[in-house]
């Protein structure tokens, strides 16, 4: 039987706010454990909480770059568990009247197809804390000695983002991730960093025939810690249930963990269901009535998105994928390239200079294109002169690594230091005459069939004219000259 897989994502990402969601504490990560602590999210008795409005503004943000719509009321709900790293018992979330409903993330795979995945919400929530194991040798809670728990993160401002089921594969879930990932960082709401935890994924997935409309049962995975874990973790997930129920057996729902050293997934505990939570409206919290202008004003703050930028840069400018996935994935340096295409209409052009060239000096010197002394404009000039073979391929690259250092314009070094290129037919094959004058032998070998050493020829032409030359003159007539 063929089997299809079914995937939605659930992913927390920490907002980037001077404090928490609902007091003044510094959300900051990396600090001493515990210092960055209150009565309010510890959640002492009278403690009352104040939510944190550039939050509440990254999420409707967040919503309108995905389309969501926006509700006129919202309010927050308490959610209640035990969990020992939310002393007070339970957590301020959002039930049933979230800031935002609907929208979808575009992606785009590797060979540029675009796809889209519908959201059923995004909504907005406070952190906990962490809790670390130890004695058990792999941090699990099973077999640990004990337990410490840090409550800096409890409280941070949390933004829950929650897919349909509408994924079908492994890489089409790390593109969504992705193209996810690159929104948030280019709204400047969350740093998204897996590694810090401030953008944690989980992935639920199921399997059911080829054909078949109804869900199957599924499972929650958990504890991935980079878009590679996701991978793995859904394709193993997947290979797990088709072998379990080919057997005769039936996936359970469950939420599971994910291994990385054994590369499988592994049950920690019974799904939940919405119920179990017990929800009911904070009653420390009044709802929250979104103005239009508020809204209006928000929208007006968004930039070109990622999946936009994509389309602009594959259909406009002609990039492949890889090319236009460099830039956005640097913004800066896409901002950099914008001006350049700007400045010199040549797309083409100003794409093997800014990711060929001028990337690679970036990655020698440590330094941004964006923060080189190579300016767009300059870039720019480098461009025309090349179209208007003032100057060749080969003094362009000089240029390039001159303007880097700050030697000035192309036009001024070349003008400074006669670096025009020679087109002058008599000039060039003057050049020519004198290295095979000079090269007798290698002349001879040519002629006798190893056609391979014009190149040396060629080499010691525009040796013999600093780089100058035009090199499809020099081919040009040296072939004559040979033949």
């Not at 009247?97 to 979808?104: D, I, W």
């Not at 990932?181 to 401030?198: A, H, I, P």
């Not at 025309?384 to 700050?406: C, F, H, P, Y």
Request: hydrophobic content about 35%.
């Amino acid at each position: 039987m063929n089997w299809e897989a079914v995937i939605g994502i659930e992913c927390h990402v920490e907002l980037k706010t001077q404090t928490k969601m609902f007091c003044g504490c510094p959300n900051e990560f990396g600090a001493e454990p515990n210092t960055n602590v209150c009565p309010v999210c510890l959640g002492m008795p009278g403690a009352l909480p104040v939510p944190n409005r550039v939050a509440i503004e990254h999420m409707v943000r967040a919503g309108l770059a995905f389309g969501a719509e926006i509700p006129a009321f919202s309010k927050f709900d308490r959610k209640n568990y035990f969990y020992p790293d939310m002393p007070k018992d339970y957590q301020i979330s959002q039930f049933d009247m979230p800031l935002t409903s609907g929208g979808e993330v575009k992606y785009w795979l590797d060979d540029g197809t675009m796809k889209s995945c519908r959201l059923t919400r995004i909504h907005l929530e406070e952190d906990t804390g962490k809790s670390s194991h130890a004695g058990s040798g792999d941090g699990r809670i099973a077999g640990s000695e004990y337990s410490l728990v840090d409550f800096n993160r409890a409280g941070v401002p949390l933004m829950e983002c929650v897919s349909e089921p509408e994924i079908r594969s492994s890489q089409d879930a790390v593109a969504y991730l992705t193209s996810l990932r690159e929104t948030l960082l280019q709204l400047d709401v969350s740093d998204v960093k897996m590694e810090e935890g401030s953008l944690r994924c989980d992935a639920n997935v199921s399997i059911r025939p080829v054909g078949a409309t109804e869900l199957g049962t599924k499972t929650e995975i958990k504890n991935m810690n980079s878009f590679r874990s996701v991978q793995r973790a859904i394709d193993s997930e997947i290979r797990r249930q088709i072998e379990t129920v080919e057997a005769g057996g039936r996936v359970v729902q469950e939420t599971r963990g994910w291994d990385e050293a054994r590369g499988e997934t592994h049950t920690m505990r019974s799904k939940e269901e919405a119920h179990d939570y017990r929800y009911f409206p904070d009653p420390d919290l009044v709802p929250m009535e979104l103005q239009g202008d508020d809204i209006d004003r928000l929208r007006s703050s968004l930039a070109e998105l990622p999946w936009q930028r994509f389309q602009r840069l594959t259909g406009e400018y002609g990039l492949n994928v890889k090319q236009a996935g460099q830039l956005i994935d640097n913004a800066r340096l896409a901002e950099y390239f914008d001006r350049v295409v700007t400045a010199s209409r040549n797309p083409q052009q100003s794409t093997n200079f800014v990711l060929g060239d001028l990337s690679r000096l970036a990655n020698e010197s440590g330094v941004a294109v964006a923060d080189s002394k190579a300016s767009p404009d300059d870039v720019a000039e480098l461009i025309a002169m090349v179209d208007a073979k003032t100057i060749n391929s080969k003094i362009a690259k000089t240029l390039v690594e001159r303007m880097w250092k700050g030697d000035g314009s192309p036009k001024a070094i070349v003008e400074r230091e006669g670096l025009s290129q020679t087109s002058d037919p008599g000039a060039v094959e003057t050049f020519v005459d004198d290295v095979l004058a000079a090269n007798p032998n290698i002349v001879a070998e040519y002629r006798a069939g190893k056609t391979n050493v014009a190149g040396f020829l060629v080499g010691q032409i525009m040796k013999a004219s600093r780089g100058k030359a035009d090199p499809a003159l020099v081919n040009t007539v040296l072939k004559r000259k040979l033949e």
